[in-house]
């Protein structure tokens, strides 16, 4: 019964340091995001699937990359990292549009 | 540490109240909402949904009422106990696409 699995859950980087997000759900879904969440901000959505093999822009792609190799997993990518990058990351899927969405706990970001 | 909801709107009930924590949306047109509760640390978790051919929808201790005259959407919590301090906020997604919403949450305080 896990759901929606991100590691890690947390990570500090130095400024132009390059790491990854992994996503994984084990509920089939087709759907796929990825959001950032900053104080006092709602969830921002960065990149998001629509199936294996499908990506797309959300409202704030700028630095990051993504891939959906495989259905189950949406990776994050941050190339060079920086400080305006320092955030809680969440992923969630979706059967298909308009239905629930399920979050994992969350990546906890510093960008030094 | 807390990093969310450091300015957002409080609500605080004493336990056993009802809570009714109210939402603005955006589009007119948005054909479906969802209302999720974040608690400190955590990832964004489902309450209830409904779609906008509905205006009342319940469940257990919670109901969601849509207002779409105004774009208004409430979430009601009865009995209100000490578990269900946390944000919650609404989401929803506008016709024509696969992006959900997100409002910047209400939080709510229990008092004992």
């Known amino acids: 019964n896990a759901g929606v699995t991100q590691t890690p859950k947390f990570r500090v980087l130095k400024t132009g340091q390059s790491m990854t997000l992994l996503c994984a759900q084990d509920m089939n879904h087709e759907y796929m995001y990825w959001y950032r969440q900053d104080p006092g901000m709602g969830l921002r959505l960065i990149h998001y699937?629509?199936?294996?093999?499908?990506?797309a822009k959300g409202e704030v792609p700028d630095g990051y990359n993504v891939s959906r190799l495989k259905k189950q997993n949406f990776l994050l990518g941050l190339e060079s990292a920086a400080p305006s990058q320092t955030s809680v990351y969440f992923c969630a899927s979706s059967y298909s549009r308009g239905n629930i969405q399920y979050f994992g706990a969350g990546t906890r970001l510093s960008v030094l | 540490g807390e990093s969310v909801g450091l300015h957002l709107p409080t609500l605080s009930v004493q336990e056993g109240d009802n809570s009714i924590i109210n939402c603005a949306y955006s589009n007119s047109a948005s054909d479906y909402f969802i209302w999720y509760k974040q608690e400190s640390g955590k990832g964004p978790q489902f309450i209830i949904d409904?779609?906008?051919?509905?205006d009342k929808r319940q469940g257990q201790r919670v109901t969601v009422l849509l207002n779409k005259t105004v774009k208004h959407l409430s979430l009601q919590i009865a009995a209100t106990q000490p578990g269900d301090s946390a944000v919650y906020f609404c989401?929803?997604?506008?016709?024509?696409?696969?992006?959900?919403?997100f409002g910047t949450g209400t939080r709510l305080k229990v008092l004992a």
């Open positions: 409904i779609r906008s051919n509905m």
């Open positions: 699937s629509v199936g294996e093999g499908t990506t």
């Open positions: 989401a929803e997604i506008p016709p024509g696409t696969y992006k959900y919403i």
